[in-house]
């Protein structure tokens, strides 16, 4: 029966006070929509747009979001340097942009996008763009991959060190390391290598060779969520550039002329003003493994005497660098750095005792590489200004075109980008729950467990409080009802204690045994058997039915609603139930899912990956609401009926 009758309606005070109801409605709900599609926009975003709160992903309706999120791909957070490198790549961006999280917060930053996607839409910038993306991609795939950083992120990181090694003890063994976590496995030089360090030489040890085979893999894209072959100008793997070295160090000399930093490497034929400069620059901040100095007999009797003066003796110099010279008379001098430990040495040498006028850049250096390929490809810095849409003075100006390269794959590969940045967190959270030893198996079979004792221990005890007059039945249903006062917390140490003297922990029943018995369910389930006829149950008794063919057979079915919110109850606890299983299972083995979506969460620095997790992990939760709400309304109205 409604609360208004129809005639009630007819006044206005009464239709106002309807609307407020509905209006007050319509915001509660909002207020509860809100915060879903927060998470459900957090659960897609990155470092660039998760602190923006926002109720739709923005990168969705927004050519310029997109862009940026891209370009997050190939210049991530968690590498060394990123966003220098990708200023150096856009020489428009504005210099003072330091993080992502300051660049998704800047007003500025969509314009600044908006005005490098421009560049696509004239016909003879993009002819431009794609030329220069041709070239670097033909560069690129024949470059000396110790001379190249990698963007990644750990989806990809864990990914293929799992398909390397096969297992964690292979890993562990391999890198003398003790992760419990192929996502856990931090390496700070696989986050950005210091190519750009003056004494910065290639090891080669296990983790080393490892990142050159992770490189192999980035440049040929063999993880197979973002877009590859050769379609791809710009993949995740992109020469060393070195040239922002050069303008960092002429931007923090106040009195040297800015429009130097223009050509790099800086040519012989520089004023002497700017010779200067450029040979203080090699001396303090330039990479010693692309240079190359002459060699003569001089020059390898000062070195050899460089070396006594250093080590004393050659066996002293053998154990500190790992060699096996018989005396310092076999070591020579090379024009290179030789390789190995003994790089160092050189290149201390090279900058005490080579005048740095005599040093020559080598074409290891990817800048200076590019410009001799692009020469060899055009014939002239004419027809390289004409090919790229340029105005160079002189080939060093010519700057390694990854800008223009990641410009064009972006224009082929837009969407297949737009699917990746909403799949990657929820394709790295399945991988990192679902192939989590037996986690999924772990839940499945502690749910089951928590569904069979629910429907048997809680309506046999409400049943058994309700039709045998018990001496003490009333203390023990306010026992029942006692349990809901205090917090799960306070019985957590004793019931830890009992379950250890037991010997039950790192199982299933440590689990599922102290959550056997619930008091408001069975203080529920009594009330409703106190509400049935007792004529029922005789009935039952002169036909000859045993007690539990009654309880099965008669009384069950007609508190199927109450027994569905009781194994509702029973299954988000089982499901949800990450404090107590982490408690008494320490043993990872014997994780659920929702212990390890905590441990994700206490993992990973992307807070959006966290975000995808909890919208996967609710999913279940709600699958059974949707699919049983009849049922669960049922047993949440008829107890209020009786």
């Not at 033909?138 to 990914?159: I, K, M, P, S, Y």
């Not at 199927?560 to 089982?574: S, T």
Request: with cysteine; aromatic share 14%.
């Amino acid at each position: 029966m409604p609360l208004l009758d129809q005639i009630s309606r007819r006044h206005w005070k009464t239709r106002l006070v309807e609307y407020g109801i509905y209006l007050t409605l319509i915001i509660g709900g909002l207020t509860m929509v809100y915060p879903f599609l927060v998470m459900l926009t957090g659960a897609s975003s990155a470092s660039l747009d998760f602190q923006r709160r926002s109720m739709l992903p923005g990168f969705l309706f927004s050519r310029e979001d997109r862009f940026l999120r891209v370009l997050g791909l190939y210049f991530p957070p968690e590498i060394r340097l990123g966003v220098r490198h990708m200023q150096m790549a856009f020489p428009k961006m504005p210099e003072d942009w330091g993080t992502w999280l300051q660049i998704g917060m800047e007003s500025e930053a969509r314009a600044w996008a908006g005005r490098e996607l421009a560049r696509l839409d004239e016909p003879a910038s993009r002819a431009a763009i794609g030329t220069a993306a041709r070239d670097y991609a033909d560069f690129v795939r024949n470059w000396d991959l110790r001379e190249t950083v990698a963007a990644f992120e750990q989806r990809h990181t864990a990914r293929f060190l799992r398909a390397r090694y096969g297992s964690l003890e292979a890993l562990n063994a391999a890198w003398e390391t003790s992760v419990s976590d192929f996502y856990r496995l931090r390496v700070v030089e696989w986050s950005g290598e210091p190519v750009d360090q003056p004494g910065f030489f290639p090891a080669d040890d296990v983790r080393s060779l490892d990142f050159l085979a992770f490189r192999e893999a980035a440049r040929s894209n063999s993880f197979g969520d973002l877009p590859g072959g050769a379609a791809v100008p710009a993949s995740l793997v992109r020469p060393a550039a070195m040239r922002f070295l050069w303008e960092d160090f002429v931007a923090r000399n106040a009195a040297v002329t800015p429009e130097i930093a223009a050509e790099f490497p800086l040519g012989r034929d520089a004023p002497p003003a700017a010779r200067e400069v450029w040979e203080r620059f090699l001396l303090t901040s330039f990479p010693l493994r692309h240079v190359a100095v002459p060699e003569s007999a001089e020059r390898t009797s000062t070195y050899q005497a460089f070396l006594v003066e250093r080590f004393l003796t050659v066996e002293t110099l053998n154990e500190v660098l790992g060699t096996s010279f018989g005396g310092f008379e076999e070591i020579g001098f090379s024009s290179i750095a030789p390789g190995g430990e003994l790089s160092r040495v050189w290149m201390d040498f090279v900058r005490r005792e080579v005048p740095p006028a005599e040093w020559v850049v080598r074409d290891s250096l990817a800048d200076l590489a590019f410009q001799n390929f692009a020469l060899r490809r055009h014939g002239s810095l004419e027809k390289i200004n004409h090919a790229y849409g340029l105005d160079l003075a002189n080939l060093g100006e010519l700057r390694l075109p990854i800008g223009e390269a990641i410009l064009e794959t972006f224009r082929r590969h837009e969407y297949a980008f737009t699917w990746d940045l909403l799949a990657a967190n929820y394709r790295t959270a399945l991988d990192y729950l679902i192939l989590r030893g037996r986690a999924f198996w772990n839940t499945v079979i502690l749910i089951v467990l928590a569904l069979a004792i629910s429907v048997t221990v809680n309506p046999l005890a409400g049943y058994a409080l309700s039709r045998f007059r018990l001496r003490s039945g009333e203390f023990v249903t306010i026992f029942c009802l006692a349990t809901m006062a205090f917090p799960a917390a306070v019985s957590a140490i004793p019931g830890f204690l009992l379950l250890r003297d037991l010997g039950m922990l790192n199982t299933f029943w440590a689990l599922v045994l102290p959550t056997a018995a619930n008091g408001m369910a069975i203080f529920l389930f009594k009330g409703f058997f106190d509400s049935m006829p007792t004529e029922l149950f005789e009935a039952a008794t002169i036909d000859g039915a045993s007690e539990m063919r009654i309880f099965f057979q008669v009384a069950m079915p007609l508190v199927q609603p109450i027994l569905a919110v009781g194994m509702l109850n029973a299954f988000i606890a089982a499901y949800n139930g990450w404090e107590w299983a982490l408690i008494v299972c320490q043993n990872q083995d014997m994780w659920t899912i929702s212990v390890w979506t905590y441990q994700m969460y206490q993992t990973f620095q992307q807070p959006g990956v966290s975000m995808a997790a909890f919208v996967i992990t609710s999913i279940p939760v709600l699958l059974v609401f949707v699919f049983c709400q009849r049922v669960i309304l049922r047993g949440i109205v008829l107890p209020q009926m009786k």
